[in-house]
């Protein structure tokens, strides 16, 4: 048997989600229908996350163990011939056999992308949120240093999670303006559901002044949802880097 790490891009638009679902079109299955198509054989393959639905990645990986042995990059390459215009291959590469794309992975990094402009942008349409209002950047830098380090972030979890720890380690935060666009980014050790989006809402909150400046390590400490901001639209989401530990050193996967 053979393990291999696929590092894939895509826009989250048209799926719901990367994980297969009943009577919904996701990125895994697509995934392994290519594969499928190519192999002769379907393939389990294992993310290292669970984007939501129409939440993007410019950079996803997962493995796929299987009895062929194949040549990286004329996988790949065949992959991008068959895949929707949608999704496209980056790279595929052996790893060892015991590598798992989910549980191996020692950091994330997200961005959301906000259009900061009066009027629409038909080109980030799907893409990002659509913000008219000034975002005063310098402000929220100082307000997003809160979150830094570890925290129970049950506040900024959405209903419905199963995970019982809620204990997320965020190493790096903050927003960058180019031109009419703000950038937000996040790097941690792990996220819960829908806790970027409810970050970025909670902080936009904060920004208009439904939310009063220096409360964030308040509403942290109440662990409790219904003190923290709006959850924003999944279409500015992006995973953008993996990043795992190999050798006792952390690497990023390109």
Not at 56 to 82: D, I, P, Q, W, Y
Not at 128 to 154: C, Q, R, W
Not at 161 to 167: A, G, I, P, Q
Request: with cysteine.
């Amino acid at each position: 048997m053979k393990n291999y790490l696929l590092t894939i891009t895509y826009d989250g638009t048209n799926y719901h989600g990367w994980q297969v679902q009943n009577n919904a079109p996701t990125v895994q299955k697509t995934m392994q229908d290519a594969i499928e198509q190519i192999l002769g054989v379907r393939e389990s393959i294992v993310g290292c996350s669970r984007t939501d639905s129409g939440v993007h990645a410019n950079m996803f990986c997962c493995n796929m163990r299987t009895e062929k042995e194949l040549n990286g990059e004329k996988f790949a390459r065949s992959l991008n011939a068959v895949l929707p215009r949608d999704i496209a291959v980056r790279s595929v590469t052996e790893v060892p056999y015991e590598f798992h794309a989910r549980y191996d992975c020692v950091s994330k990094r997200y961005k959301y992308l906000i259009l900061n402009s009066k009027n629409r942008n038909p080109f980030l349409e799907n893409r990002a949120l659509h913000y008219p209002f000034e975002i005063d950047v310098e402000a929220l830098n100082t307000e997003a240093k809160s979150f830094l380090g570890a925290h129970d972030f049950s506040s900024f979890c959405s209903a419905g999670s199963s995970v019982d720890d809620k204990t997320r380690t965020i190493k790096d935060i903050g927003f960058e303006k180019k031109d009419d666009v703000v950038e937000f980014h996040i790097e941690a050790d792990g996220f819960l559901y829908n806790m970027v989006r409810i970050i970025v809402g909670t902080l936009l909150d904060v920004n208009s002044g439904k939310i009063e400046k220096g409360k964030i390590s308040e509403i942290i400490e109440k662990k409790d949802r219904k003190y923290a901001g709006k959850t924003v639209v999944a279409c500015g989401l992006y995973l953008d880097k993996v990043n795992y530990s190999l050798d006792g050193e952390e690497n990023e996967r390109k």
